[in-house]
């Protein structure tokens, strides 16, 4: 099992015929995820890497009965193709485009919560359930399949924890990276709960950093919903306030969303935080430990 | 995107929020003249800095504060010269101050309350919302500490806008009577459609005034704007001031490099931000001191690399610099490929320890070792930490 994608995801990518898009789908097909087509409008009828090009996810929905898509969209245009893909009832939405205006995502947010589709993003490297579906921009080799749950604010900063524990043995089910952005499609509470729903997760990483509450608010719900091992660890203790630290989303304000005061709540509520980056898998290994005792 | 409090009024005038008339003087003579074009008995002289705390501050080596009530032509010139091409220091600009360019010469007020009002855009409803506080003319964040009870919100959609009942339940909350009530109504709708024409961030009236009179004006204004907005505001981007930015970040930005300087001697160079953040930690923690935050991004190619490189030794404070990759999108060959080309350009003259990981991990390691450089190469994070601290520790005691 797993959450979000497996390998009966159908994957369309809107923006396949840029650079980038092309590029990744090139990835994923490697990986051996079934990518089904794309979309750019007005390159219907095209071909890339022999998969059809569409007008519209409607009409792609339509034709290749594709359940998930791949956002590679310019910022200025990227929701309004998560708008799109939502409209055309796909199920599971990853934006991977930096730098979208935070009200053009306020917008976007509000039609999306209301709707049956997932949003992934944007900011973020995807979705992988390793051994049977990548939807993003990870190096797939780095990933095993196993029992640990992964989710995380950042990119690069994921795959040395997943590496980590691969290294270790611990493979994982699902790793999702929730975006950079200050508003996100998908919360670590919507994640923990589906892990924690999710029969092949058995333990869960997570990476947060400074800005916001998202980590405090996920560390009450482990409190109170969650009685699988949860590791944590926190990036930007060393950042100083008011500064943005590359993600949008990463600024200490108003003394708020210090990696501190996040590390506390995380502790309070029983997760087991690794003091260093290299600590990562470490602490994961240890809060297994602990919850079987 | 940070702007002057002048540039923040001008843009609220021209979106019909009242503030009071004012004008920016670039020299002594400038502010007199001002005084006299304002035409009133009473003037006050602020120093323009986008940093706040102006009121309290004080300009180094001086006893001239930030801000300043003057009566007079002679006293505006004079408080002009105590503060123009001076270092002003406020709680928020650090001991080394910030250099006064410009001064805002603007008519007095009469203020019968101080009020606060302010917007952002809050994750957790995902959306942007009004605060209002009747503590104005305070340190907000001081509040929301404090007494947390005196803060009002107001949640909206940015198009639909602040509805009405919403302003009235706000400003009978603020205690306003009258025709403050239609005032404020049409003050916070106003701004409020401000904030989302212009892709704001933050707008901050501290204090919001209401005059004996009952009408409300902006006393102080502080407008910054969503970065990622800017390409959809060109007009926004010429109100930049440069010569309040640090140098080394904006050339950063220009090369598409994210880039935080920092006080440490431990330069580093980094692909993502959440690794960049965890490096800077990572480096802390053994001991060390970051020197910057840089994320070279995923699709970095070698001349945005070397002048990454070019940008952390032009650092003076710099004594050891550690290249920290984990490669996904951007691929380990790429990087030793820039470190090469770097270090021919620019010279390396400090240590350099370098950890790759991830996409073409091998041939990038060998490129590196077959080279003749004396890079120190770390495997693993706490590795490349434990190095590079040592590194700079002993380049600083040469």
Redesign the interface.
Known sequence: MSILINKNTRVLCQGITGKVGQFHTKGCLEYGTKMVGGVTPGKGGEKVLDLPVFDTVAEAVEKTGADATMIFVPPAFTADAILEAVDAGIKTVIAITEGVPVLDMARAYEIVRRSKSTLIGPNCPGVITPEECKIGIMPGYIHKKGPVGVMSRSGTLTYEAVWQLSNLGLGQSTCVGLGGDPIVGTSFIDLLKMFQDDPATEAILMMGEIGGTAEEEAAAYVRDHVTKPVAAFIAGRAAPPGKRMGHAGAIISGGKGTATEKIAALEAAGIEVAQSPADMGEALKRAIGRKRR | MKIHEYQAKEILRKAGVPVPTGIVARTPEEAAEAFRTLGGKLAVVKAQIHAGGRGKGKVKGSEQRGVELVRSAEDAARVATGLLNRELVTIQTGEAGQAVRQVLVEEGCDIARELYLGIV?D??S???VLMVSSEGGMN??DV??KTPELIFKEQF???AGLQAFQARKLAWRLGLKGKSVAAAEKFMKQLCRVF?ET?A?LVEINPLVVTGAGDLIALDAKMTF????M??HKDLGELRDISEEEPAEIRAATAGL?Y?K?DGSIGCL????????????????HGGE?AN?L?VG??ANVDQVTEAFRILLADKNTKAVLVNI????MRCTTIANAILAAYKTVGFNVPLVVRL???EVEEGRKILATSDLAIIGAE???DA?KKVVAAAANNAAC
């Open positions: 855009v994750r957790a995902a959306g942007p907000i964040e929301a500490e959609h940015p198009d989302v892709d961030s969503d970065d990622n907005a390409f959809r994210s935080v920092l980094v692909n993502g931000a959440g690794l960049a953040m965890s490096t800077m930690d990572l480096i802390k923690l970051p935050f994320d995923g699709g984990f490669g996904g999108i990981e991830g996409t693993g994070l706490t930490a």
